[in-house]
């Protein structure tokens, strides 16, 4: 027992850590885990100007919140802004939002997306794919005009799983989301630093900070290939707890042999040889 705690204080910290203690754990843990993806991937380097993307949910709120937080840390300096695109998906005001950044005194540009907003009225029914696009060019005009040279998503751990899931039964390719990567004509660097923080740990976090979380229509929707895949995971982790970190430690400690891509196998392909003739069931 520490000497300055008497025998009653002792007991309570071992019944239950008072919740000031869980939130430092808390913080720290995030901290780690961010600092760690953007030490490793190279995300953020001296003198960048990173937008971060706000969705309106807990996982972006809380990237927002470890980029300031590393950034008083950081032995490089790089600035921070936020913006939120608006494609006419809310359920409800995003006001909220705004109001608690500028409380914190934290530079937020909102920005109602006008073809975005013409394409729900045109095809209420779109799909992902054209709803992503639009967001794509919007989020590059945004960063542009608030000079940022980083863009930075609020992907979690789940998210780089359940996409690695999904593409390999559904497209038929084994790959996630890239952590870190460019815009097509090379004026971004997208990063993702949430890669290795599991949603727990950024809904205790946005709990913690009391961030107004503003739902967007399509996370309510049942039926999908992910909702299925979340509630995959959700049974398999009352057995298996730590299932995600293990598929992302996957992710960096690929075993092409194992694999079928003729691309990384060795075949002694310098060596010539009859071609195995392909037999077909005629
Ligand atoms: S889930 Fe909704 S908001 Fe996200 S890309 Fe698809 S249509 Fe757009």
Not at 10 to 28: D, R, T, Y
Not at 185 to 197: A, E, H, M
Not at 216 to 239: H, I, N, P
Not at 244 to 264: I, Q, Y
Request: hydrophobic share 40%; aromatic share 8%.
């Amino acid at each position: 027992m520490l000497p300055w705690l008497g025998e009653n204080r002792a007991i309570h910290l071992k019944l239950a850590p008072p919740p000031i203690i869980e939130s430092v754990h808390l913080e720290k843990t995030l901290l780690r885990k961010v600092g760690e993806a953007i030490h490793r991937f190279r995300m953020i380097r001296d003198g960048d100007r990173v937008a971060v993307a706000l969705s309106g949910g807990k996982d972006s709120a809380t990237m927002l919140e470890a980029l300031l937080l590393l950034q008083k840390r950081a032995p490089i300096n790089f600035t921070v802004c936020a913006f939120t695109v608006e494609q006419g998906k809310f359920l409800s005001s995003i006001e909220p939002v705004g109001d608690y950044l500028k409380q914190r005194g934290i530079p937020w540009t909102y920005y109602r997306d006008t073809p975005s907003l013409r394409l729900l009225e045109d095809q209420p029914e779109h799909g992902c794919d054209v709803c992503s696009r639009f967001r794509r060019r919007a989020v590059y005009e945004i960063a542009a005009g608030l000079g940022a040279n980083v863009i930075a998503f609020g992907h979690t751990a789940d998210d780089f799983c359940e996409a690695l899931l999904r593409n390999a039964m559904f497209t038929g390719k084994l790959s996630a989301l890239p952590p870190i990567t460019t815009s097509r004509n090379g004026d971004y660097r997208l990063i993702r630093p949430l890669v290795y923080v599991t949603e727990d740990i950024t809904r205790a976090y946005a709990e913690r900070l009391g961030v107004p979380v503003v739902p967007c229509g399509c996370s309510q929707r049942t039926g999908t290939v992910r909702r299925t895949l979340r509630d995959m995971f959700a049974e398999l982790e009352v057995d298996y707890p730590h299932l995600k970190e293990t598929m992302l430690s996957a992710m960096g400690n690929l075993d092409p042999g194992r694999l079928l891509d003729t691309r990384f196998l060795n075949m002694r392909q310098d060596e010539p040889q009859e071609l195995f003739p392909i037999l077909s069931e005629a």
